[in-house]
């Protein structure tokens, strides 16, 4: 089991940028794929990015470009660089893992969640 522990978030102009990172407990993180999701008021939660325990990476045709996953297993912390950020970006951002070897890339593959951070982009 894996608790995760999201922190990055805030408020920033159109245009600007943030680094998300996830800290997660436990001995085994570079066995897990990682990935982030955005729930908006009143969407479902999607994608943004995932990263796989090979550092192979998936993302949402929106943020390509824009946005970079990574990982650093030593610190057990997975991130996610946020650049050119835009108003529609706005939305609670989670942070999950999966114990799989394959690169996941929707939320029903993901078992353990953190508990979100805010980000905010104003226009």
């Known amino acids: 089991q894996v608790q995760l522990v999201e922190s990055g978030g805030g408020l920033v102009q159109a245009g600007g940028s943030l680094r998300l990172s996830c800290a997660a407990s436990g001995r085994t993180f570079g066995s897990y794929a990682m990935g982030w999701f955005r729930q908006a008021p009143g969407k479902e939660r999607e994608v943004v990015a995932t990263?796989?325990?090979?550092?192979?990476?998936y993302y949402k045709d929106s943020v390509t470009g824009r946005f970079t996953i990574s990982r650093d297993n030593a610190k057990t912390t997975v991130y996610l660089q946020m650049d050119d950020l835009r108003p529609e970006d706005t939305a609670v951002y989670y942070c999950a893992a999966d114990y799989t070897p394959r690169l996941p890339t929707s939320k029903a593959e993901f078992d353990y969640w953190g508990q979100g951070t805010q980000v905010t982009v104003s226009s």
């Open positions: 990263i796989g325990r090979y550092g192979n990476t």
